[in-house]
């Protein structure tokens, strides 16, 4: 296996990962080589089912193992969403900038200690006959009352890291992806990539 095909259109996360994956000795396609691969609807209940969904589509579709992921964003005093419905929080067209303003005014006058969060991401490494695995990974962290930075994508602005005393916003790519939850789960993802490329 010496081709993977990541399972997004989003050029963000495109970037982010093909960095986290850089150095795994296989080349990495993104679904803007494919257009005519299906648009795959995120309905799931669960980060794991919306990325489990995604991966095992784009593999039957394109005939390459595939590699998904879906982010969502607990909030403890939210009793937990957005959840898998982080990105699209403020609507189905919300701009990142739509959401952080909707989480924001949700927390208002919400006291700092009462502002936990965290990010989790699940990946899925799907190869076309329908084997599939899954991976996490988790960053804990308090919502802010006010963005900061100017770097990373989606609630990068408003989420920060305790021992950083920075957002993910903050922080240079090199930063972020030493600690972020998807750098988390996609450390996994390399090992099971390394594994399968081995078995040919």
Known sequence: MKDIVLATRNPHKGEEVASLLGDVGITLHT????????EVEEDGDTCEANAMKKAVTIA???GMTAVADDTGLEVDALDGRPGPFA???AGEDATYEDNCRKLLQELDGVPSDRRGARFLTVAAIASPDGDVR?????LEGVITEAGRGE?????????AVPELRKTLAELTPE??????HRAKAFVQVKDILKELSAEG
Not at 31 to 38: D, G, K, R
């Open 31 to 38: 679904l803007a080589e494919f257009p005519s691969a299906p």
């Open 60 to 62: 039957r579709a394109t």
């Open 87 to 89: 990105a699209r929080y």
């Open 134 to 138: 899954t991976v996490r990974g988790v």
């Open 151 to 159: 770097r990373g994508f989606g609630y990068d602005p408003v989420f």
């Open 175 to 180: 930063e972020k992806n030493r600690i972020s």
